[in-house]
T-cell receptor
Framework: GQNIDQPTEMTATEGAIVQINCTYQ??????LFWYQQHAGEAPTFLSY????GLEEKGRFSSFLSRSKGYSYLLLKELQMKDSASYLC????????????FGTGTLLAVQP | DTEVTQTPKHLVMGMTNKKSLKCEQH?????MYWYKQKAKKPPELMFV???????INESVPSRFSPECPNSSLLNLHLHALQPEDSALYLC?????????????FGSGTRLTVV
């Protein structure tokens, strides 16, 4: 089976840096995705990590440690528009692309 | 075209109604998905279509009936729904099911059952 855990809510200040953690347990690992979802909208792809280390993409970076079953999403220079839910997701693996989402972290950016 | 288009955006239906949700993509993606998302919860997988054939049904009640008429279209037929079925229904597509491809999501249909 699979289990994905994230903090439920976080609050940060505009211009600051925030780190959103995700721990997972999976029977077979085939990479980890991060998605952003604004209220009432569709999830949008942020990053995909399959190897250990940090992947940087502008203000957003994602880190993976396969041995620890751990990932984080790092958001720099926070903007008000970054207020959203951030979903960690892991493919179920096998022959099917069955993406299982974590509970999501609701980030509130304050002035 | 890099989008997944869902219609309608909002739908209110009675428990005796029959309605359909539609999803369309023209990216050549061969896998399409239906997810259900309740408020403040993550999306939950309902159905997976691979090459126009149903490959996964996550024990979804028969009042939800998926259909894939061709590689670009995915429908979800609704009949005799319950108020607890009210949710955001998301369609997604990916290049395939072999390996791990990122999903492209549609903007969803906000369904209210009264």
């Amino acid at each position: 089976g699979q289990n994905i855990d994230q903090p439920t809510e976080m609050t940060a200040t505009e211009g600051a840096i925030v780190q959103i953690n995700c721990t997972y347990q999976t029977s077979g690992f085939n990479g980890l995705f991060w998605y952003q979802q604004h209220a009432g909208e569709a999830p949008t792809f942020l990053s995909y990590n399959v190897l250990d280390g940090l992947e940087e993409k502008g203000r957003f970076s994602s880190f993976l440690s396969r041995s620890k079953g751990y990932s984080y999403l790092l958001l720099k220079e926070l903007q008000m528009k970054d207020s959203a839910s951030y979903l960690c997701a892991v493919p179920h693996g096998g022959a099917t692309n069955k993406l299982i989402f974590g509970t999501g972290t609701l980030l509130a950016v304050q002035p | 075209d890099t989008e997944v288009t869902q219609t309608p955006k909002h739908l209110v239906m009675g428990m005796t109604n029959k309605k359909s949700l539609k999803c369309e993509q023209h990216m050549g993606h061969r896998a399409m998905y239906w997810y259900k998302q309740k408020a403040k919860k993550p999306p939950e997988l309902m159905f997976v279509y691979s090459y126009e054939k149903l490959s996964i049904n996550e024990s979804v009640p028969s009042r939800f009936s998926p259909e894939c008429p061709n590689s670009s279209l995915l429908n979800l037929h609704l009949h005799a729904l319950q108020p607890e079925d009210s949710a955001l229904y998301l369609c997604a597509s990916s290049q395939g099911v072999e390996g791990n491809y990122g999903y492209t999501f549609g903007s969803g249909t906000r369904l209210t059952v009264v």
